[in-house]
């Protein structure tokens, strides 16, 4: 049982026939310039797995480019195919609005408003300088007029980014502002200056665009209010229509799941349900397995709070939902773009394989059996984490449909237990070296590391490869 234990704690992780142990994991990283918490570490040891594996891959001469298995990891990208095809119909009407109505629209102020401004800081300032500033800020606006507003805003405004464009906040919503400020342009009819006000960041001088001034800017601005509000309404119907419901514990299973998604990829407890059936735990990880290990998605989501992963987890059912409709629409994924999918799944292998000096061709080189292949590559790849670590190379981003792949067709694992005693071996090699003063480092480190703030995915519905923030 001891012997059983220690072995145990003892490994890492392992990648077929590679081991990685705790022991040399630990002094890479006691040696090395990353932080020791235990998300690095593990973060590293994913790192080494996806490595060894695309060497493993390459010394057996495995090109991973079965179609039915790339299309299969690839899922994501021709479903966001779909749905922007899906979407470009739905939304061809959205946005549409009346030009010749804009100037009433924009005087009446109910959407829609525009404004540029001086403003004197006097936050965490002494009363004597307020006071300076409160005088000061009268001079100007004495002085102030729609022929000068602009050059006044340039030399004197302390908001340095509307500075630079004469004091101009350019076009924005109604609630954007601080209310007395918003109360202030509101007041205002277009082309006049407004009374000293002052607000929560100092003393202001307002005017309130004319039309003519910004007409460009407000139209641009309502066509994107117009397309936003119908995609709202979209979005709202197809919750109502299609049943979407999310489980009282959805947050706390997605952050788990999240947390541990090899452990939870065959978990079919429920999250969400909706006309298309049940939203699983295993669902939820085939999501996530999407991003990219540089978006440290999991990490996110653990500080994020629970009604911001709850909208994740929305979002994802949404897609799902959008999919399904686009194919109960007809809609498919053509030949040309099944083609340049499979491509960029290829490309990315090929430079992966370069960059780590294990492609093929990298390979037989140096070694003439496949064994000898599997062990030179498998010790290139353990010299360039090692160099990695200590920041004479450059961490490699590996696709994570090229994970799954990888993942899918041999056997690899993580062990927690290891990866605690790695951490405490690297602590006992760090404090035993008090003299290095070590720059930032290289190894992509998980949100919530020393230097780096926590931030959640914006809310929108959008699948993982698109850019286009559309659902």
């Known amino acids: 049982m001891r012997d059983a234990l220690t072995a145990h704690t003892g490994t890492v992780a392992r990648a077929e026939s590679q081991e990685l142990t705790a022991t040399r994991l630990g002094e890479l990283m006691g040696a090395s310039e990353a932080p020791l918490e235990r998300d690095v570490v593990r973060a590293v040891a994913e790192i080494w797995v996806n490595y060894q594996l695309l060497g493993t891959a390459a010394a057996r001469g495995d090109s991973l480019n079965d179609p039915a298995l790339v299309d299969s990891a690839m899922w994501s990208l021709a479903a ?185 990829r065959n978990d079919r407890s429920v999250i969400a349900t909706s006309i298309a059936g049940n939203f699983t735990t295993s669902r939820l990880v085939r999501w996530l397995e999407t991003f990219p290990p540089q978006q440290q998605i999991a990490e996110r989501m653990a500080t994020a709070p629970d009604s911001a992963v709850e909208q994740l987890v929305r979002n994802f059912v949404r897609n799902e939902l959008v999919v399904r409709a686009a194919d109960s629409a007809g809609i498919t994924v053509d ?64 696709l994570p449909q090229i994970q799954t792949v990888l993942r899918s067709r041999y056997d690899s694992r993580i062990n927690a237990a290891g990866i605690d005693r790695a951490l405490q071996t690297a602590q006992r090699v760090r404090a035993a070296d008090t003299s290095r003063r070590p720059p930032e480092s290289a190894v992509p480190l998980p949100e919530g590391a020393p230097g780096q703030q926590p931030e959640m995915m914006p809310p929108g519905p959008a699948l993982p490869g698109d850019t286009t923030g559309q659902p």
Do not use: C
């Not at 606006?141 to 050059?151: D, G, H, M």
């Not at 209310?179 to 929560?200: C, H, K, M, N, Y």
């Not at 140096?366 to 920041?391: F, G, H, K």
């Open 80 to 264: 966001s195919s779909k749905a922007r095809q899906f979407y470009d119909r739905i939304s061809a009407g959205w946005g549409q609005i009346d030009s010749a109505a804009a100037p009433e629209a924009y005087s009446r102020a109910d959407g829609l408003i525009a404004a540029q401004h001086i403003l004197l800081l006097t936050q965490n300032l002494p009363d004597s300088v307020r006071n300076a500033k409160a005088a000061r800020i009268q001079a100007l606006r004495s002085r102030a007029t729609p022929a000068n507003f602009a050059s006044l805003a340039t030399e004197n405004s302390e908001d340095q980014g509307s500075a630079r464009q004469g004091g101009s906040l350019g076009v924005f919503p109604r609630g954007m502002m601080v209310p007395e400020f918003e109360r202030a342009v509101v007041a205002l009819a277009p082309g006049e200056i407004s009374d000293v006000i002052e607000t929560q960041f100092g003393y202001h001088v307002i005017r309130r665009h004319t039309f003519p001034e910004i007409r460009e800017q407000f139209l641009e601005a309502s066509t994107r209010l117009a397309v936003q509000r119908a995609e709202s309404t979209y979005t709202a119907r197809m919750d109502a229509e299609t049943k979407l419901e999310l489980r009282p514990n959805a947050a706390a299973r997605a952050k788990a799941a999240a947390a541990d998604m090899d452990g939870h």
């Open 335 to 398: 030949a040309d773009e099944i083609m340049r999918i499979r491509a960029a799944f290829s490309a990315q292998l090929e430079q992966a394989w370069l960059q780590l000096r294990v492609h093929p061709s990298q390979l037989t080189d140096s070694a003439t059996t496949p064994a000898e292949r599997e062990q030179l590559a498998a010790r290139r790849v353990d010299a360039y984490i090692e160099a990695m670590l200590a920041n004479r190379s450059p961490f490699i981003p590996i």
